[in-house]
């Protein structure tokens, strides 16, 4: 992308779409109140963001390009984009946008609880394939906050604006926490055969030449090898197992581990190299955090 927006302030994407900005830090941008015949990306590629951004897909022929790819989304689907993200719009020739797009700037959080929680929203950082996609009476849900959000946006401010406003959105937020345990749940059966796989692809990992080339295995390396993000992956696997993704890469780790140390000919120092650690002391520091020996203990109990 050549030409790209960089979308600073919540005004400077609602400029963009020539929509009223109702509050410098939040607004709602209502797409069945939009003048379609302007609607247009002035020669932009692509947009980076610098806020965050909601985006409720109602309309078909929607697509959006990300990572240089493109995706469809029809009615009902939930996009988010968080700070330092790039997105680039393509819109089917026939496609009139339809729904919402809720834009927030980091700003707005400054001295509320939400400022400490905002990064437990993961979805901020997923890829946009990996979407929410609403059920019917998860839409009305989502609406009746906006609908609450844009309320208190078109009222006189008083001291209980933002207190209201954040308020709305923490709790939005957490029912999109909500629907997305809901879609891990209905997908359960592809994330555990993912989940498989990525078990074989740990296991294919250890005994190849890739830890002393590439180091110790990283959440990042095997969400690329599904083609996700990596937010998106590590939730994945701590719905299906309990453990974060690099817990579990870690157990896995030592498990290879209590092998190679059965192996008197093999110093601590040569097993900490082939399984990707630069230094043997910090290998020896988390098998004997993991096991409770050190590995020189652990060989010498068996």
Same mark, same amino acid.
């Given at each position: ?25 939040? !607004? ?29 897909? *109602? ?17 009902? %689907? ?11 719009? !393509? ?20 001295? %509320? ?22 059920? %019917?009476? /998860?839409?009305k849900i989502i609406l009746s906050l906006l609908d609450k959000i844009q309320f ?5 401010? *008083? ?28 997908? /359960? ?20 030449e890739l830890p002393q080339k590439q180091g110790l295995p990283s959440v990042s ?43 008197p000919s093999k110093s601590v120092s040569e097993i900490a190299y082939e399984l ?5 002391? $910090?290998? !020896? ?7 409770? $020996? ?9």
């Amino acid at each position: 992308m050549e030409n790209i927006l960089h979308v600073n302030s919540v005004s400077d994407y609602f400029k963009l779409r020539n929509y009223e900005v109702l509050h410098p830090l939040i !607004s709602i941008l209502d797409y069945s109140k939009f003048d379609h015949g302007q609607y247009s990306n002035k020669g932009y590629d692509g947009l980076h963001f610098s806020c965050y951004a909601v985006f409720l897909k *109602d309309s078909k022929h929607c697509k959006i390009k990300y990572g240089g790819k493109s995706y469809d989304y029809d009615e009902g %689907t939930l996009v988010f984009i968080g700070p330092d993200q790039t997105v680039g719009l !393509s819109p089917d020739p026939n496609y009139k946008p339809e729904g919402y797009a809720l834009m927030f700037h980091p700003d707005l959080l400054q001295g %509320t609880d939400l400022a400490k929680k905002i990064h437990a929203y993961t979805f901020f950082s997923y890829s946009v394939k990996e979407a929410l996609h609403l059920s %019917t009476r /998860e839409r009305k849900i989502i609406l009746s906050l906006l609908d609450k959000i844009q309320f208190e946006l078109e009222q006189n401010m *008083d001291k209980h604006t933002k207190k209201l406003i954040v308020s709305n959105l923490e709790l939005l937020l957490d029912y999109c926490l909500r629907f997305y345990d809901r879609q891990f749940l209905t997908r /359960e059966v592809a994330h555990q055969e993912s989940l498989e796989k990525f078990d074989s692809m740990l296991g294919d990992y250890f005994s190849s030449e890739l830890p002393q080339k590439q180091g110790l295995p990283s959440v990042s390396y095997f969400a690329d090898q599904f083609h996700l993000s990596p937010n998106y992956f590590g939730d994945m696997v701590k719905k299906e197992t309990g453990k974060s993704a690099q817990e579990y890469i870690q157990n896995r780790l030592i498990e290879v581990a209590k092998e190679k140390v059965f192996d008197p000919s093999k110093s601590v120092s040569e097993i900490a190299y082939e399984l990707g650690f630069k230094y043997p002391q $910090h290998f !020896s520091r988390l098998f004997k955090q993991k096991v409770g $020996h050190s590995p020189n203990e652990f060989r010498n109990l068996n």
